[in-house]
């Protein structure tokens, strides 16, 4: 048994202008301890995926069906009462933007306190000299006297660190990373990706990664699935994802990656992009999501929608020009 | 910060120097002559002459503000035209129903006004939100006298579950003292509500939608946390800076509660003394009110830094 089973999930919103499938039918499961990566453009539901696992989705306008297990427990059956449990000590979150994510009119021990004092029944002292410990671990120097301090007064890579901490504080099995280092310089994104990297290997929680960026990807992932359009379109360890994309909309990612330096050694190319947008969620598609956008779209790819096939072992593309071994992008061109 | 209290309390002076002015000044143009009054119906011109000769209404006007400006930064605020009692004598015997009031009014009005606001805002849409809204325009456009003869009428006068009219003092036990108030506080009290819950529900709809909120749901912060702890406290500057702009709403509708219930407060006083030309009375009120108006919204900006740790001075 996995750690989270996700099976059919189905997430919908109802709007003024009709139902918007933001996630519709999307099955991924994320074993203990393990790193999956949740990756696509904006607007293809991954956060809204990630908020699904937490039922942080307000209902309505929206409406989650399918079914989420976690330790084999059904989520979606769960009362809020027994939601709010598992929020913050089972499962918890980290979101992308550190700057607006904390409450500007606590202090960080108290935030981070807060999630002992629920789940764990510490006392105000326990709790702050915990959130002291959880500060001095995600590396956050003088945390004595930072504790008291507000989150005005810490950079957003501070910030990020203390939200790292608030999630870990409760030893979660389970911690999703919503973009957790898009709106951080770039020498603190690596910091916090290796903070996140040495946490988890003391602590042993499994990581469910969302983000855009591949480069973290690579970095950080042990499996990866790729979403478009509300779907999951691709899923395979990092290596043969990376090696051996099987659906276009995965290669075109990949193309449009830019390589450091590539200018200078004169192996430089056009950076390659995906042309078109992502298709309305609004209605429902025929056919296969990506067709729209893609080059080697047949009448076929925009009658029928392709199922997820294992075209390796561990390797799912939802393709019907993929390539069942493992010869890349240029068969499937000839195919 | 102690600075800054010091400061503001010296801001005060300039102020409260204007608002000396102004009153003086509406009086001294405003119709009407205490001598004449004083001097009842039967008195000749040369009696109303001498009467306003002995009370110095005769001088000039700038004499007459100066020297009645010289009394009040010495801490005299005069002796009353009609009674010869001083003002501050006066003022002092009235104001404890007055103050009741204020301070009952205002604890009523923010512990119903703030959760009515909150759960307004967490059920945005539904019938409990249109319900405290219908009651927030009710609350602004029906005047407090007719509230207040309403509920006289209603619960005083026919349930005769309360007290139709007057006052007990404190010092005569709790019980009675708040039965007097129920009514006066309520009906003083429905404007400062209709404020309160307006501001409380519109500044909890924006911060229930930041993200620090998101935050605390998956934290599993439960329903209650999130709306009185986490939102509340981000809401708390607005509300609180209203709560201080409506204490000059509590101070008009005093006079006219007071009225209304027959309540010997300031309020009365001032009635009274308006209509007997009183003038040292009404700008020893005046000045009193206006005095505590600055110094609750010095407190309030106090009040501030212990809400928001940004705001420092």
């Given amino acids: ?335 | 910060m102690y600075a800054y209290v010091a400061r503001r309390i010296l801001a005060t002076i300039p102020v409260m120097a204007v608002v000396a002015l102004f009153v003086f000044s509406l009086l001294y143009i405003a119709p009407g002559d205490p001598a004449a009054v004083i001097a009842g119906d039967q008195a000749t011109p040369e009696d109303v002459e001498r009467i306003r000769q002995s009370l110095g209404l005769d001088r000039p006007y700038l004499v007459r503000f100066g020297a009645w400006l010289w009394d009040i930064l010495r801490g005299d605020l005069g002796v009353s035209i009609f009674t010869n009692l001083p003002v501050s004598t006066m003022i002092a015997q009235r104001i404890e129903p007055t103050l009741s009031l204020m301070v009952v009014t205002l604890l009523f009005a923010v512990s119903v006004a703030v959760p009515m606001g909150v759960v307004a805002a967490w059920k945005q849409g539904t019938l409990i939100d249109r319900m405290v809204m219908a009651f927030a325009v009710l609350g602004f456009s029906v005047p407090v006298f007719v509230v207040g003869y309403l509920l006289a009428y209603v619960f005083a006068l026919e349930l005769d579950w309360l007290p139709v009219q007057g006052y007990t003092s404190f010092r005569e036990g709790f019980g009675p003292w708040l039965e007097n108030l129920v009514l006066p506080a309520i009906a003083l009290g429905s404007v400062y509500i209709a404020l309160i819950a307006r501001i409380t529900r519109a500044t909890m709809l924006e911060v229930l939608q930041q993200d620090y909120i998101r935050t605390a749901r998956a934290k599993g912060v439960g329903q209650r946390g999130i709306l009185f702890l986490h939102a509340l406290k981000n809401a708390a500057v607005p509300i609180v800076t209203v709560i201080g702009i409506g204490i000059a709403l509590l101070i008009g509708g005093a006079v006219v509660t007071e009225s209304v219930f027959a309540i010997p407060g300031l309020g009365r006083l001032t009635v009274d003394a308006i209509l007997r030309r009183d003038y040292p009375v009404i700008q020893g009120v005046v000045l009193l009110f206006s005095f505590v108006y600055v110094l609750v919204n010095l407190a309030i900006d106090l009040i501030y830094t212990l809400l928001d740790p940004r705001i420092r001075y």
């Fill in chain 1, 1 to 335: 048994m996995a750690l989270l089973e996700i099976e059919n999930l189905q997430t919908h919103f109802r709007t003024p202008d009709g139902i918007v499938r933001a996630v519709d039918g999307v099955s991924f499961q994320v074993e203990a301890g393990e790193t999956l990566a949740v990756v696509g453009e904006s607007g293809c539901g991954k956060s809204v995926t990630a908020m699904s696992v937490l039922r942080l989705i307000p209902e309505p306008p929206g409406k989650i069906a399918g079914s989420i297990r976690f330790n084999g427990r059904e989520l979606l059956g769960l009362s809020e009462r027994e939601m709010r449990d598992i929020r913050g000590n089972e499962i918890s979150m980290i979101f992308q933007e550190p700057m607006t994510s904390l409450n500007p009119v606590l202090t960080v021990g108290w935030q981070i306190g807060e999630t002992l004092r629920l789940h764990q029944g510490l006392d105000k002292r326990a709790a702050e000299a915990r959130a002291i410990e959880m500060l001095q671990l995600v590396g956050i120097p003088e945390p004595a006297r930072r504790v008291r301090e507000y989150p005005h007064q810490l950079s957003g890579g501070m910030r990020q660190r203390v939200m790292i901490a608030i999630a870990l504080a409760c030893n979660p099995k389970l911690l999703i990373a919503d973009e957790p280092t898009t709106a951080l310089d770039v020498t603190i994104q690596a910091q916090i990706l290796d903070l996140m990297r040495d946490l988890k290997r003391r602590v042993g929680a499994a990581i469910v990664l969302i983000t855009h960026d591949l480069g973290v990807v690579a970095e950080v992932a042990e499996r990866v699935v790729v979403m478009y359009a509300g779907r999951k379109v691709e899923e395979a360890p990092v290596g043969p994802l990376f090696r051996n994309p099987r659906h276009p909309y995965t290669q075109g990612l990949l193309g449009s990656v830019p390589k450091l330096g590539s200018s200078l050694t004169g192996t430089a190319t056009r950076l390659s992009e995906i042309p078109g947008l992502v298709p309305s969620l609004k209605q429902r598609i025929e056919g296969c999501v990506f067709a729209s956008r893609c080059a080697h779209a047949t009448d076929l790819c925009r009658k029928v929608a392709p199922a997820l096939e294992a075209k390796a072992p561990g390797h799912l593309a939802a393709c019907h020009y993929a390539p069942r071994e493992s010869r890349g992008a240029a068969a499937m061109v000839a195919a």
